[in-house]
Each structure stands twice: as C-alpha cells, then as structure tokens.
C-alpha cells in the first residue's frame, strides 16, 4: 500500500512522514522528561504575557510598601537586623487613619523582637487596625532515622502568638516557584494543611470572591519588575510626602525590596517571566508576586491551560498542518508561507491570552514543527 502511495503521490506521503514525526516529537515536547520542552513550554508562558496590548496596571486597587535600601539608611536602621517593630506601629497608624481597605504584611514576625514596648506599640496597631493580614512560613526539613531514610517533613512557623492574636488573618508567604526562579502558577496554600496562601487569605479578609481553584490557574503579570504602584517605606511614614489618597480603599502590601550587597537571602525575589536582555531589574521582589497574584484574584484575569489531550491534540493537527501545507510549495514560496504561519501562531497566541485567559505552548508550533516542516521541505525538493 505504502509503495503504491509512493509511486502515485510520493510528496504526499514524504509529507505524511514528516508530520508523523513532528506529531510525535511536539507530543513528546510536552512531557516534563523533556528539558528541551520545558524550555519551549516555560518559555510560550513567558513570552506569550509580552504580547498584551496594554501592559501595566491603571486603577490599582492594590499599592506597595517597600523596605528598602533608602528607608534602612533615612530611619537610621541597621540593615542586617530587623526592622523597628516601632516604626510598623506607626506605619499602621497612618494607614488606619488613611482608610486603607487591608494591611498585607510579606513579614516574618516569628519571635518577639528586642524591645517589649515596640511590640505591644505593633500588637495594639494590629487590633486598631482590624483588617491586617501577617505572614508564616512552610519550611521543609530532611531527616534519617533507623526506621526511615531520607524522611522529608514540614514546618510551619506561625507569628509570635502576641501578633497572631491582634492580627484579622495570616497565611503562608509561600509560593510554586520553578527551578528556574519564576513563579508562574497560583498558590492557594497548602490543602491538606488547610494553611492559606498570603494572597487568598487577603482575598478572603477583603471579601474578594474568587473562583480559581488551587493549582489549575497560572499568574497573569502586568508588567517587568515595579510595575504596581508602590512607595518607599521612609516615605510612607510621612503624610507630606505621600497623600492619604495613595492609601485610601486600597489594599497595602508591605515587604522587602532586595538590594544588592543587603538582602542576601533568594527567596525575597524572584525572576520576572517578563525581562529582556536590556532589562536591568532581572528579579522582582517577592511581596510584588503575592500583589500580582491577588490582583489577579480581584480581577479575575488570572491565565489557565487547555487540558493535556487539547493540548497535545492541538499539537497533532498543527503538526499535520505544517506538513501538509510546505510540502505544496517551491522552496521559496514555502519560507514566506512559513514566514506567514509564524506571525498566525503569534496572533492566535495574543487573542487566545486576551480573550479567552488562555496560554499555550505555542513555542513548540513557532520553534519546532514551522521550521522542521519547512527544512524536510526544501531537503525533499532539493533532491
């Protein structure tokens, strides 16, 4: 049959073969045993939020308040130990008079600090302000025993019980960050401990309904690294410098913003899906993903996935597509038609983000099967 099929439509079934081959290998591209494919997954995730229209965030109902480097050195603070817990009293304080609608805190407050007065100061600012959300953390810990090697447990490290009873909410200041440091999907917390992330206990302090569910929904951002609104902690302090109205109705989130040569520690940032090789802010402080996953919460615009049989059923008939479609045309014509398929996958990749909250791993079409169907092309013509 094979034979007959060469004899009478040889390109056709050169171009039968090719598809074949890209159908499986683009299915096998998805497949996490694929470093290749991670990349080209991980990178359509990436890629595919630079092609927003309107990038950026207009109207946010959510506001920063960054530790940083200035802030250290204007209050006259030691960089390598922790903040005043005096100076969050009085932060607190003008954010309640300010009519903030929640205090989000990207703070550990494990231990009581040094000074028993700035504490119970912060504690009476927690109740005063009845609408603030603290922080714990999960840490993971391995350990052998005789019975058991390699057992793996969890920790949870919850606020200093003074903070943990005046506080409205915690939750854990965790995320799902990939090996290569970008933070791409939602994080609900942790189900079987019933343990909150920072971002849906806020949700939930705020009365923001959601309808995500934990771990099928991924991280829409709005931009590089500082593109929610955001402020200097120094000047937070001071009504003169910024307006009450910067605060008012809007949820505050307050954490670190690391520099270097201070905030040694990775897990205060992380890398931006959205950088460029021009970009000088490469990492993007943690308190600005748990802000970016509750805008997305508020907004409901956070991204999802198709199913992995859509997925790889998409992949089989572009595949075919591709194929099918270069193997029709002289060498020549067949690069302006692949030429013409790149910038479609594009398109179809930008309107399936912005009108159907959909990403998908388009890189594999663009990158693999456009090119290796025009390269068997022009090797079966050339012969």
Not at 291 to 303: C, E, F, M, P, Y
Request: glycine share 8%.
């Amino acid at each position: 049959m094979l034979r007959l099929i060469a004899k009478i439509h040889p390109r056709a079934l050169a171009a039968a073969v090719l598809a074949g081959l890209l159908a499986g290998l683009s299915v096998w591209l998805l497949s996490p045993a694929s470093r290749t494919g991670t990349a080209l997954v991980r990178g359509s995730y990436d890629w595919s939020q630079t092609l927003e229209t309107e990038p950026g965030v207009s109207n946010s109902p959510i506001v920063i308040v960054y530790l940083d480097l200035d802030s250290y050195l204007r209050e006259k603070q030691n960089p390598g130990e922790p903040w005043s817990r005096a100076l969050h009293a009085q932060l607190l304080h003008r954010l309640t008079a300010a009519g903030a609608k929640a205090v989000v805190f990207d703070i550990i407050f494990g231990t009581p600090g040094p000074d028993a007065d700035a504490d119970r100061e912060f504690a009476g600012a927690l109740r005063e302000n009845g609408h603030v959300v603290l922080a714990a953390e999960i840490s993971r810990s391995s350990r052998s025993t005789a019975q058991a090697e390699g057992t793996e447990s969890m920790r949870l490290s919850l606020p200093a019980e003074p903070f943990l009873d005046a506080a409205a909410a915690w939750g854990v200041a965790n995320t799902m960050m990939d090996d290569d440091f970008v933070v791409r999907r939602q994080f609900a917390g942790f189900k079987q401990m019933a343990e909150p992330s920072l971002a849906f206990a806020a949700a939930t302090l705020a009365d923001i309904a959601t309808s995500n569910t934990p771990g099928t929904r991924w991280l829409r951002y709005y931009g590089g690294p500082l593109i929610i609104p955001h402020v200097s902690y120094s000047t937070a302090l001071r009504s003169d410098e910024v307006p009450d109205g910067f605060f008012r109705g809007k949820v505050v989130f307050i954490g670190a913003r690391p520099m270097a040569g201070t905030f040694l520690e990775r897990k205060d940032e992380f890398r931006s899906p959205l950088t460029t090789w021009g970009d000088r802010e490469l990492f993007m402080p943690a308190v600005e993903v748990h802000a970016t996953q509750l805008l997305n919460l508020i907004r409901d615009d956070s991204l999802h996935r198709l199913s992995p049989v859509n997925e790889a059923l998409v992949l089989v008939l572009s595949a075919v597509l591709s194929g099918w479609l270069l193997f029709c045309f002289r060498p020549l014509p067949a690069a302006g038609v692949a030429a013409i398929g790149e910038v479609c996958v594009l398109g179809l990749a930008a309107f399936a983000l912005a009108s159907e909250k959909i990403w998908f791993p388009w890189l594999i079409i663009g990158a693999v099967q456009i090119p290796g169907a025009l390269a068997g092309s022009v090797l079966y013509q050339s012969r």
